[in-house]
C-alpha cells in the first residue's frame, strides 16, 4: 500500500509539473512609429488682427508668447518667425511688424509679444486673407521672409471672421501660387454663433476656418481658459509634430511601457504620456513629444479584461 501511495505521488507531481511546463505565455506586443521631420525647415507667419476690439486678446498671446516660443526653440527644427496685421489700408500692407525671427534671435519672447500688440488700433475691416497672400509673396512682402524649400504654416488670430474682398477659393487658389506645402491654421471664434469668455468675445470666424479645414490646419478658439495650453498645441501643428499615436490593440496599462530614441518615457499627463481611450491611442504632453524624425516603441500585453475594470485599476 505504501509504495503504491508513493507512485501516486509521483504521478499527481508529474502531472503538475506537465501543467507549469505547458502553460500559456502571453508575448508583448510592440508598435512602433517614427516622428515626421521637416527636412527644409517652416516658415510661421502670424496674421494678427489689430483692430479697437482685440486688445485683451492680444494682451493675452503676448502673455502666454512663451508658451509658443519655447516649443520652438527646443525642437531642432529650422524656423523662421513673422507677423503681419489685418490692416491692408496701412503703409506697405502685409509687411512684417519688426523683424524676422529665428533660433538666432535674442529676446525672442518679448519681441513676439510686441509684434502682436499694436499700440495703434488698424482698420476696423479685417483684410486677413488680402494681409497673408501679401505677407506671402516671394516676389513681393515675402522676399526676405519666405524661403522657397521650406513649409508655410499661417496663423489667424482674430475675433472677426474675414472681410477681404476674396472668397475663400479665391485665397486657396493665391496660396497655391506660392507652392503645394502651405497650411491654414485659424484661432478665432467659434462655430456657429462665436465664443465669450472673461477675457475675450468673438464672432464666429466662418471663412478662416473653411481655409483651415480645406488645408489640414489646426483650429483653436480664441475664446480659450487656457492659452498656454492652446499654443502648446499650436506650435506643435507648425512645427509639424504628431503628439497622438494610435496603437494595433488595446493596452493592459499596467504592463505599458513607452521609449522614445529608446529613453523610457514616464506615464504622466505633464511632459509624459497618457492613454487616451477612445482614439486607443498613447497622447504626448509638452517636452516629452518626440522630436522630428525620432523612433516611438510602446510595448505591452493586451488587455483581456473590461474597460471598466482597466480605469478603474482592477
Given at each position: 500500500?505504501?509504495?503504491?501511495?508513493?507512485?501516486l505521488?509521483?504521478?499527481?507531481?508529474?502531472?503538475?509539473?506537465?501543467?507549469?511546463?505547458?502553460?500559456?505565455?502571453?508575448?508583448?506586443?510592440?508598435?512602433?512609429f517614427?516622428?515626421?521631420?521637416?527636412?527644409?525647415?517652416?516658415?510661421?507667419?502670424?496674421?494678427?488682427?489689430?483692430?479697437?476690439?482685440?486688445?485683451?486678446?492680444?494682451?493675452?498671446?503676448?502673455?502666454?508668447?512663451?508658451?509658443?516660443?519655447?516649443?520652438?526653440?527646443?525642437?531642432?527644427?529650422?524656423?523662421?518667425?513673422?507677423?503681419?496685421s489685418?490692416?491692408?489700408t496701412?503703409?506697405?500692407?502685409?509687411?512684417?511688424?519688426?523683424?524676422?525671427?529665428?533660433?538666432?534671435?535674442?529676446?525672442?519672447?518679448?519681441?513676439?509679444?510686441?509684434?502682436?500688440?499694436?499700440?495703434?488700433?488698424?482698420?476696423?475691416?479685417?483684410?486677413?486673407?488680402?494681409?497673408?497672400?501679401?505677407?506671402?509673396?516671394?516676389?513681393?512682402?515675402?522676399?526676405?521672409?519666405?524661403?522657397?524649400?521650406?513649409?508655410?504654416?499661417?496663423?489667424?488670430?482674430?475675433?472677426?471672421?474675414?472681410?477681404?474682398?476674396?472668397?475663400?477659393?479665391?485665397?486657396?487658389?493665391?496660396?497655391?501660387?506660392?507652392?503645394?506645402?502651405?497650411?491654414?491654421?485659424?484661432?478665432?471664434?467659434?462655430?456657429?454663433?462665436?465664443?465669450?469668455?472673461?477675457?475675450?468675445?468673438?464672432?464666429?470666424?466662418?471663412?478662416?476656418?473653411?481655409?483651415?479645414?480645406?488645408?489640414?490646419?489646426s483650429?483653436?478658439?480664441?475664446?480659450?481658459?487656457?492659452?498656454?495650453?492652446?499654443?502648446?498645441?499650436?506650435?506643435?501643428?507648425?512645427?509639424?509634430?504628431?503628439?497622438?499615436f494610435?496603437?494595433?490593440?488595446?493596452?493592459?496599462?499596467?504592463?505599458?511601457?513607452?521609449?522614445?530614441?529608446?529613453?523610457?518615457?514616464?506615464?504622466?499627463?505633464?511632459?509624459?504620456?497618457?492613454?487616451?481611450?477612445?482614439?486607443?491611442?498613447?497622447?504626448?504632453?509638452?517636452?516629452?513629444?518626440?522630436?522630428?524624425?525620432?523612433?516611438?516603441?510602446?510595448?505591452?500585453?493586451?488587455?483581456?479584461g473590461?474597460?471598466?475594470?482597466?480605469d478603474?485599476?482592477?
Amino acid at each position: 500500500m505504501a509504495s503504491t501511495r508513493l507512485g501516486l505521488l509521483l504521478l499527481l507531481t508529474q502531472l503538475t509539473s506537465a501543467c507549469i511546463d505547458y502553460g500559456v505565455t502571453r508575448a508583448r506586443e510592440r508598435d512602433g512609429f517614427t516622428q515626421p521631420a521637416r527636412e527644409g525647415g517652416v516658415d510661421v507667419l502670424w496674421v494678427v488682427d489689430d483692430s479697437m476690439s482685440m486688445y485683451e486678446e492680444q494682451e493675452q498671446l503676448a502673455g502666454h508668447a512663451d508658451s509658443f516660443i519655447s516649443f520652438l526653440t527646443h525642437v531642432p527644427v529650422d524656423f523662421r518667425l513673422g507677423v503681419t496685421s489685418t490692416d491692408t489700408t496701412r503703409d506697405a500692407p502685409g509687411s512684417l511688424l519688426g523683424e524676422v525671427l529665428d533660433a538666432d534671435s535674442a529676446n525672442m519672447v518679448e519681441l513676439f509679444a510686441a509684434q502682436v500688440t499694436n499700440e495703434t488700433a488698424g482698420s476696423r475691416e479685417e483684410h486677413g486673407f488680402e494681409a497673408a497672400l501679401l505677407a506671402a509673396d516671394p516676389d513681393g512682402e515675402g522676399a526676405d521672409f519666405i524661403r522657397p524649400d521650406a513649409a508655410l504654416e499661417i496663423v489667424f488670430f482674430s475675433d472677426e471672421d474675414d472681410q477681404s474682398n476674396l472668397t475663400v477659393g479665391e485665397f486657396q487658389d493665391g496660396l497655391a501660387t506660392y507652392g503645394d506645402d502651405i497650411v491654414v491654421n485659424a484661432i478665432v471664434g467659434d462655430l456657429p454663433e462665436g465664443c465669450a469668455s472673461l477675457q475675450s468675445a468673438a464672432d464666429p470666424g466662418s471663412a478662416y476656418v473653411e481655409a483651415q479645414d480645406a488645408s489640414g490646419g489646426s483650429r483653436e478658439s480664441i475664446c480659450s481658459h487656457d492659452y498656454a495650453a492652446m499654443l502648446e498645441r499650436m506650435a506643435l501643428q507648425v512645427l509639424g509634430l504628431d503628439d497622438t499615436f494610435a496603437l494595433s490593440k488595446i493596452p493592459d496599462l499596467a504592463s505599458t511601457e513607452v521609449r522614445v530614441d529608446e529613453i523610457l518615457i514616464h506615464r504622466r499627463d505633464r511632459h509624459g504620456w497618457r492613454y487616451e481611450a477612445g482614439q486607443n491611442a498613447i497622447v504626448f504632453d509638452g517636452y516629452a513629444v518626440p522630436p522630428p524624425g525620432a523612433g516611438i516603441e510602446v510595448s505591452y500585453f493586451e488587455w483581456t479584461g473590461t474597460t471598466e475594470q482597466q480605469d478603474t485599476g482592477e
